[in-house]
């Protein structure tokens, strides 16, 4: 088994440029794949490997005291979900696109997810889904409104157009690790709003530490690797990927007259160029062909580079 690790920390990194090619060479050698963001307010990422790999990785990440308690998430795959090993330098970690809001100096506060179910049974409680509408059509908790954005960058204005601190006197959000919950909830209190809560973990760790008859998610969870989603217990989910739109298709989405393998769906076959379709026409025959002779080919699985790095 491949053992999938999320992480993120909040943390001022003033020489986050240098850290870049030591933490490459760490990974590498010990073949971890996946990718992991550097900015200056912090790091964010998903990596995959050997239980030894991904050890060593953190152990190399927490002798920077800023990484001492650095936390993680665990889930687990049949093979690497990731092609390859990226390091990469950003402006934010996750981009919402306000420079002003800082986690690591002010947040909202935590919610285990022991407590999160009466959280959200709390007629007072505005329940905000942080993630992409893509992600949130395929999951979510019972009664969690959908901001219907298509990156996180769009939240502020979703914030401004619907909702009012003096209306909505609690709001508690969450995502898929945690990580965008907890810059928005930054941000949200700087709107002022009053009382704001967050899942700590995100829905990873509500799903990993939440039996299933007692939980209050519906649905499989979107994450950013080969996998596409999970389930209760962090299972892998039933969902694909089209090549075409990246949006996740169930197994009941594929009878549809507009699937067609590796070329588009339902969602994105009347928009689709002829130029587009020929190229993924091409790579899909490629692909079959390179089945054919037990071969591999690269197009047969996603470049992650294609799949953004939002936990």
């Not at 943390?11 to 090619?21: N, T």
């Not at 998430?73 to 996750?94: C, D, G, H, T, W």
């Not at 508690?172 to 919950?181: E, H, K, L, P, S």
Request: one cysteine or more.
């Amino acid at each position: 088994m491949i053992v999938v690790a999320a992480l993120y920390k909040f943390v001022r990194l003033e020489d986050f440029k240098s850290l870049r090619e030591l933490l490459a060479k760490v990974c590498n050698a010990n073949g971890v794949k996946g990718t992991l963001l550097l900015a200056i307010e912090g790091i964010n990422g998903t990596i995959a490997g050997s239980r030894d790999g991904i050890d060593s990785v953190l152990r190399h990440l927490k002798q920077d005291p800023r990484f001492a308690d650095l936390e993680h998430k665990e889930s687990f795959a049949q093979a690497n979900p990731f092609y390859r090993m990226k390091v990469r330098l950003k402006k934010e970690i996750v981009t919402l696109g306000v420079p002003s809001v800082d986690p690591s100096q002010v947040v909202g506060t935590y919610v285990d997810p022991a407590q999160w179910n009466e959280l959200l049974q709390d007629p007072e409680v505005c329940v905000i889904d942080t993630r992409n509408d893509y992600e949130v059509k395929i999951g979510t908790f019972v009664g969690a409104q959908n901001p219907d954005t298509q990156s996180f960058s769009e939240f502020p204005a979703f914030v401004a157009k619907s909702l009012d601190p003096k209306k909505h006197k609690k709001v508690a959000m969450f995502c898929t690790g945690g990580i965008r919950c907890e810059k928005a909830s930054s941000f949200m209190l700087q709107q002022g709003f009053q009382e704001v809560y967050h899942l700590k973990g995100g829905i990873l760790k509500y799903l990993e530490a939440t039996p299933k008859e007692e939980s209050l998610w519906q649905g499989d969870c979107f994450v950013f690797d080969q996998r596409v989603s999970v389930k209760h217990g962090l299972q892998e989910g039933d969902y694909d990927l089209c090549h075409s739109c990246r949006e996740p298709i169930a197994e009941s989405e594929k009878s549809s007259p507009f699937y067609e393998k590796g070329i588009s769906c339902s969602l994105c076959y009347e928009t689709l160029t002829p130029e587009k379709r020929a190229s993924s026409t091409e790579r899909q025959r490629q692909i079959d062909l390179a089945k054919v002779r037990n071969t591999f080919h690269l197009g047969s699985r996603l470049e992650v580079s294609a799949i953004p790095v939002e936990n």
